[in-house]
C-alpha cells in the first residue's frame, strides 16, 4: 500500500493546549479518515473528509482535507485528559478499490 | 463498537498449531476486513471479504487464510502459528466502496510461543 507520513509520532501536552496533528502522501487521495484509538481497544472514527479543501469539524476535532489531495491536518482544541490515546489518519486513493492506507499514528498524551 | 464482536478477546498459542479467529457484525454489511497492528507499522490488512465465499489478499496475507460462509461471519486462521505471528488482530466492517468508512472491533490480542 501507500504510505502516509503521519507526525509528529508523539506529543505531550497540558491540559487546554490545542494539538495539531498532519499526514501526508506521495499519492492523490480521494477520502481522508481521522480515528483515534484507546488503550486495549479498537481504533474510532473521528472525522471523515472526501472533497478537497473540505473543512469539518466534531466538537473540538477539525480536520481538512488538503488542497493538493496528497494531504490532511487534525486539529484538538482545547485539549482535556480524556483526549489521550492514538491518533490514527487513514486514506483512500482512487485505485485502491477497498484498501485503506493507515499513518503509523500519533501518540497524544495530557497532564492536567 | 458498530455491532462487531470479535472472538477471542485473548489467546496465547504454541508455534506451530493453527489459529482462528472470529469476527461476528450485525449490521449486515457487505465489506469485512482483517488487520494486524504491530508497533511500528500501523494497522495492515490481512485479507478482505465483499461477500459471502468472496475474499482476497491484503498487503500482510502470507500465513493466513480466511472464509466467510455468511454475511455477520469472518475468519481468520492462522495455519501454523509463528511467532511473527504474534499482533493484535483487528476486524472492520464497511457498508460500501464508495465512502469506504471502516468501523473496528476491539481486537484480539494473540500471543505465540
Known amino acids: 500500500g501507500q504510505q502516509l507520513n503521519q507526525s509528529p509520532q508523539s506529543m505531550f501536552i497540558q491540559e487546554g493546549e490545542d494539538v495539531s496533528m498532519n499526514c501526508t502522501s506521495s499519492s492523490i487521495f480521494n477520502t481522508w479518515l481521522w480515528y483515534k484509538q484507546d488503550p486495549g481497544e479498537g481504533p474510532v472514527l473521528l472525522i471523515a473528509l472526501y472533497k478537497a479543501g473540505e473543512l469539518t469539524s466534531n466538537g473540538r476535532l477539525t480536520a481538512q482535507f488538503g488542497i493538493t489531495r496528497k494531504d490532511s491536518f487534525l486539529n484538538i482544541s482545547a485539549s482535556i485528559p480524556s483526549d489521550v490515546g492514538i491518533y490514527f489518519c487513514?486514506?483512500?486513493?482512487?485505485?485502491?478499490?477497498?484498501?485503506?492506507?493507515f499513518g503509523k499514528g500519533t501518540s497524544l498524551l495530557v497532564t492536567p | 463498537d458498530a455491532g462487531i464482536t470479535q472472538s477471542p478477546r485473548h489467546k496465547v498459542t504454541e508455534t506451530g498449531t493453527p489459529v482462528t479467529l472470529r469476527c461476528h457484525q450485525t449490521e449486515n454489511h457487505r465489506y469485512m476486513y482483517w488487520y494486524r497492528q504491530d508497533p511500528g507499522h500501523g494497522l495492515r490488512l490481512i485479507h478482505y471479504?465483499?461477500?459471502?465465499?468472496?475474499?482476497d489478499k491484503g498487503e500482510v496475507s502470507d500465513g493466513y487464510s480466511v472464509s466467510r460462509s455468511k454475511t455477520e461471519d469472518f475468519l481468520l486462521t492462522l495455519e501454523s502459528a509463528t511467532s511473527s505471528q504474534t499482533s493484535v488482530y483487528f476486524c472492520?466492517?464497511?457498508?460500501?466502496?464508495?465512502?469506504?468508512?471502516?468501523?473496528f472491533g476491539a481486537g484480539t490480542r494473540l500471543s505465540v510461543l
Open positions: 472492520a466492517i464497511s457498508e460500501g466502496l464508495a465512502k469506504n468508512i471502516q468501523y
Open positions: 471479504s465483499y461477500g459471502v465465499k468472496d475474499t
Open positions: 487513514a486514506g483512500q486513493y482512487s485505485n485502491s478499490g477497498y484498501a485503506l492506507n
